[in-house]
């Protein structure tokens, strides 16, 4: 994955059969290309398969630093908290550092979602329109999330995809009359958007369950209400689509959502490490 130049290893799934850490799969994923490796053994599969994994990614030009869980597609963002002690503590005697962050998967059910009227109202008095992005407004967008969030891994060029796959629509743009504020990205069953296939908690979930993400607002806009607007607006957007829920990947400052009525539904540890 790309991000300010650099290149991001994942490593994005270590399946160990408990009854005796026979290795079923084991994917690495660089850029947007995938690595299986598979390996026959009775004693250290894992470790094995892990340290495979590892020298590949060392010999990959340009990587940087290497991730537990993967970025795109995603499975998971970090190790999963309610991992056994004895897991987490084989990472940790690999090197991988384990005080990391803490990172949220959220849901929602939107059927009876009603949005407080002081929101809508805080943004029109601060002069703030909310609405899908039109086709006249996305090279206005891509400059936007280029210019403030072009150092994410994958952030922009999630934005930029929306135009390949007709999807300029499922981006939602804060603005007033000096230009953009903020985006979000919602993202559902139905249609073309990478998005929904790059994350596949939310068909676990139930078939009819969209999602957003990318929330993208400048520093200067975040005491006027526009971060709360987008989210708002989002769930409102996929409500009128005829979704049912909700779903926040890789939260990391969930007071927002919790507050809108959104519910813990996976949690994470970021695990890092430097090649």
């Not at 503590?89 to 998967?105: M, P, Q, T």
């Not at 934005?159 to 559902?188: F, K, M, P, T």
């Not at 993208?216 to 987008?230: A, W, Y």
């Amino acid at each position: 994955m790309l991000g300010n130049n650099k290149v991001i290893g994942s490593l994005a799934l270590l399946l160990v059969r408990p009854t005796h850490r026979f290795v079923i799969s084991l994917n690495v994923f660089i850029e947007d290309r995938e690595v299986n490796f598979s390996l026959a053994s009775d004693l250290g599969i894992g470790l094995s398969l892990h340290d495979v994994a590892v020298r590949y990614l060392r010999k990959t030009p340009g990587i940087s630093s290497m991730q537990l869980g993967s970025i795109f597609p995603r499975l998971f963002p970090g190790l999963p908290v309610d991992l056994p002690a004895d897991d987490l503590s084989w990472f940790g005697h690999r090197g991988w550092k384990l005080d990391g962050n803490f990172v949220y998967d959220l849901f929602m059910r939107i059927d009876n979602f009603r949005a407080a009227d002081d929101i809508s109202t805080g943004l029109a008095n601060n002069g703030i329109t909310i609405e899908t992005c039109r086709t006249e407004q996305f090279e206005s967008l891509m400059d936007f999330e280029e210019k403030h969030f072009g150092s994410y891994p994958g952030w922009v060029e999630k934005y930029h995809s929306l135009r390949g796959s007709d999807d300029i629509a499922d981006a939602l743009i804060a603005y007033n009359e000096h230009g953009i504020l903020g985006a979000v990205i919602i993202y559902s069953p139905v249609g073309n958007n990478q998005i929904s296939k790059d994350i596949p908690w939310p068909k676990v979930i139930d078939e009819r369950i969209g999602g957003l993400g990318f929330v993208s607002v400048i520093p200067e806009s975040r005491n006027l209400g526009v971060r709360k607007g987008l989210i708002v607006a989002a769930i409102i957007e996929l409500k009128s689509r005829g979704l049912r829920g909700c779903f926040v990947d890789w939260a990391d400052d969930i007071e927002t959502y919790t507050s809108l009525g959104f519910q813990e539904w996976g949690k994470y540890r970021e695990v890092w490490r430097k090649i």
